[in-house]
């Protein structure tokens, strides 16, 4: 399993963004937090920039076409795209995780 973060700078984009990719079943589950601060330097300013993550969670064969869609479908000209593997997953978790998405809630 994997988990990938990117940041939005509002949250109806990032819970848009949340319920499509898991209605497509390239994410098992996508959550939003925030607000958040975030501070970063572009153009040679530092800038400070409330925004919402969100963490979205996937199956190793969703992540190729989890990541197209997101950037792809992403507002910022540089998002944020962070992927980390998952070291460990509960077994019943990941079983959920791994179901048809035919069997998930629309």
Same mark, same amino acid.
């Given at each position: 399993?994997?988990?990938?973060? +990117? +940041?939005?700078?509002?949250?109806?984009?990032?819970? *848009?963004? =949340? =319920?499509?990719?898991?209605?497509?079943?390239?994410?098992?589950?996508?959550?939003?937090?925030?607000?958040?601060?975030?501070?970063?330097?572009?153009?040679? %300013?530092?800038? %400070? +920039?409330?925004?919402? %993550?969100?963490?979205? *969670?996937?199956?190793?064969?969703?992540? !190729?076409?989890?990541?197209?869609?997101?950037?792809?479908?992403?507002?910022?000209? +540089?998002?944020?795209?962070?992927?980390?593997?998952?070291? %460990?997953?509960?077994? *019943?978790?990941?079983?959920?995780?791994?179901?048809? !998405?035919? *069997?998930? !809630?629309?």
């Amino acid at each position: 399993m994997f988990i990938a973060w +990117t +940041t939005l700078a509002t949250r109806t984009d990032a819970e *848009k963004l =949340a =319920a499509e990719v898991v209605s497509l079943g390239l994410a098992a589950c996508a959550q939003v937090e925030g607000p958040i601060a975030s501070f970063y330097t572009w153009q040679g %300013r530092l800038e %400070r +920039t409330e925004e919402f %993550r969100l963490c979205l *969670k996937c199956l190793s064969d969703k992540l !190729p076409a989890l990541e197209i869609h997101v950037l792809g479908h992403h507002p910022y000209d +540089t998002p944020e795209w962070i992927v980390v593997r998952a070291e %460990r997953v509960g077994e *019943k978790y990941l079983s959920w995780a791994g179901a048809s !998405p035919t *069997k998930w !809630p629309l």
